[in-house]
């Protein structure tokens, strides 16, 4: 038996009674949106996971991932490195046609990430997350969490620009690995979010405005 006791984003936090068990989720980020049962049995299946691989994404971020892209059911996701498909599932829990980019570094992963998300039909490409911008297909939700540092901010403005739709929404992990400001002033000052779990990784996410797009609409990138 499930019973929400508190669904508020409002206030921060959801208290659920689930097989006599009380859970509690601390929300540390901003929302407007309400929880149903349906969101609170995904997200106790998100917390099952497994998450003792070294480099997994925190399950708080995961979480987040899954509340913050759920407006954008039925929709379409494109995820950037998926290791062990954690990303992917919690956008599918959302109800978002996903396509996942991973060039499969990470040996072994490839299979773990397809079985957890067997029941979806995820479009699996064997490739680095930039070939995604060789079409003109445009995301609701772009996860980046692939590779990191300085280096991927021009691949992150790429995506900002070119992948992610108007109204839509740019997610990247691990944002404190790079200059925040620098990545800021390129995309355009957007809205943003940032969170950090307990191991002080953070998550960054960016809403696209079709009237604020920023001053660089013409794309002329400064590296």
Not at 184 to 199: A, Q, S, V, W, Y
Not at 206 to 217: E, L, R
């Amino acid at each position: 038996m499930l019973i929400i006791i508190n669904v508020s984003l409002k206030q921060k936090n959801v208290y659920l009674l689930f097989l006599n068990i009380v859970y509690y989720y601390d929300m540390s980020f901003n929302g407007n949106d309400f929880l149903t049962a349906q969101d609170a049995i995904n997200l106790l299946k998100i917390e099952q996971l497994d998450y003792s691989v070294v480099n997994t994404t925190d399950v708080s971020h995961i979480k987040e991932i899954y509340l913050k892209s759920k407006i954008y059911k039925g929709g379409t996701a494109c995820e950037v490195g998926s290791l062990g498909g954690h990303g992917t599932f919690s956008l599918c829990l959302a109800g978002l046609n996903v396509t996942s980019y991973d060039n499969d570094g990470h040996k072994g992963f490839k299979d773990k990430r397809e079985t957890l998300c067997k029941d979806f039909n995820v479009n699996w490409i064997v490739q680095e997350g930039l070939y995604a911008l060789n079409d003109n297909v445009k995301y609701d939700v772009v996860f980046h969490d692939s590779y990191h540092f300085e280096e991927v901010i021009p691949e992150l403005v790429a995506f900002w620009f070119y992948k992610v739709k108007d109204e839509g929404m740019l997610i990247v992990h691990d944002v404190e690995t790079f200059s925040h400001e620098r990545f800021m002033f390129l995309i355009g000052n957007p809205r943003f979010e940032r969170t950090k779990d307990i191991h002080g990784r953070e998550l960054g996410t960016y809403y696209k405005n079709k009237w604020t797009n920023g001053w660089n609409d013409q794309r002329n990138f400064w590296f």
